[in-house]
């Protein structure tokens, strides 16, 4: 399905497309030798799409968000954000990020953390801003909007920041595994509530998952990474009507994307074993 893009932007940038042209992404290590995190990486995102990013683990899912999101240039290649380079786009507050981890400031209120980015933030041609007791309370945060974060339950801290990073109204939005840390259920009505704000806002948003049913229930396109070099090795169409309830994960036209997705994963962990295996990896 594809999603009208907002007619304009929160930041003022003309749209809020991603387009990562062969990025080169290499570390050195200790011992001399070289990891090639990213190995030629081509990506492009269409504004307002829901992308989810898949692969084994070190196949450089984080190095790309991390790329995309300015916070580390590639070697070669480029990379435009909402048609200029991540550095500007991150400058004119077109981007959000939400880590794996809350990290809420444990001596303010749920509330007071949520509208401090917003109150810190200055921002030029700025759409105004969404009531965040609204977002809190439909994020199901009604009654923990003056508690302190540490006594929320792990899941409640992680909604209070995906609520804080959707309140600036990020144009592109950034998500390294925030669900990892919870429970099945919990991530279940998490996903429900990430949909919920993501059809209000309609930000471009790159999700690091390593769950295939998560990847599926929330993306309109899911990208396959492999290891060993890092890179792309498919893009799956999720054409799967919108609202998704957690009903829908029952249905065997998802499983049929559950399944298409599992099967190229399955090949990227092979195909990362055989290559570590050639290396003498263990
Ligand atoms: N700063 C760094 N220095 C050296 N190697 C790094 C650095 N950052 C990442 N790497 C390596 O680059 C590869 C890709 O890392 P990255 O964190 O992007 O993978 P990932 O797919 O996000 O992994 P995971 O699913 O475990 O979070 C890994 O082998 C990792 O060890």
Redesign the pocket.
Known sequence: MTLAAPSKLGSGLVDASIDVTGARRT???PDLSH?V??HDVDLSIESGTFVSVI????????????IIGGLEQPDAGSVTVCGVSPKEAAAAKALGFVPQTPALLPWLTVLKNVTLPTKVNKRRNRTPLPDMEDLLRKAGLGDAMHKLPLQLSGGMQQRAAIVRAFGLRPDVMLM??PFSALDEFTREALQEQLLDLWEETRSTVVF?T?SVSEAVRLSDRVVV?A?RP?RIVDVIDVDLPRPRPAALLESPEFHHYEGAVRDRLREAFEHGSRAGAAKGDQ
């Open positions: 570390y050195e290590l990891l995190a990213l692969g084994p683990s070190g196949c450089g899912k984080s190095t790309l968000l991390r390294d595994e690091v390593h990474m290891p890092g």
